[in-house]
């Protein structure tokens, strides 16, 4: 059985750092990607950062220079080192893992939310 359990999220001030980890247990594919993703209230859920195990990594453009997804592969953990936090990046933010196949699109799945296990969130706060 697969799960993710998300930490690290909290209150910080627009401009402040904050790392997200996702401890990842009961995975055994070797072709995989994870990814992270976020939901505000009011609003659907978005893509935000996401990696495979190619190595190859994809983004929103809202996050692009400010966002860094990486993995510690002998911890089973996934990050997401966020900087330059601003309020509009205020949501729940959730890690997310799949098989992946050769030729899929990482970008793809991340920007249609094709991603079939899920933690359960935390929640990150940027006050003004």
């Known amino acids: 059985q697969v799960q993710l359990v998300e930490s690290g999220g909290g209150s910080v001030q627009s401009g402040g750092s904050l790392r997200l980890s996702c401890a990842v247990s009961g995975y055994t594919y070797s072709r995989y990607c994870m990814g992270w993703f976020r939901q505000a209230p009011g609003k659907e859920r978005e893509g935000v950062a996401a990696?495979?195990?190619?190595?190859?990594?994809a983004y929103a453009d809202s996050v692009k220079g400010r966002f860094t997804i990486s993995q510690d592969n002998a911890k089973n953990t996934l990050y997401l080192q966020m900087n330059s936090l601003k309020p509009e990046d205020t949501a729940m933010y959730y890690c997310?893992?799949?098989?992946?196949?050769?030729?899929?699109?990482?970008?793809?799945?991340?920007?249609?939310?094709?991603?079939?296990?899920w933690g359960q969130g935390t929640q990150v706060t940027v006050s003004s």
């Open positions: 997310a893992a799949d098989h992946t196949d050769p030729g899929d699109g990482l970008l793809f799945r991340l920007t249609h939310i094709d991603f079939g296990y």
């Open positions: 990696l495979d195990s190619d190595g190859s990594t």
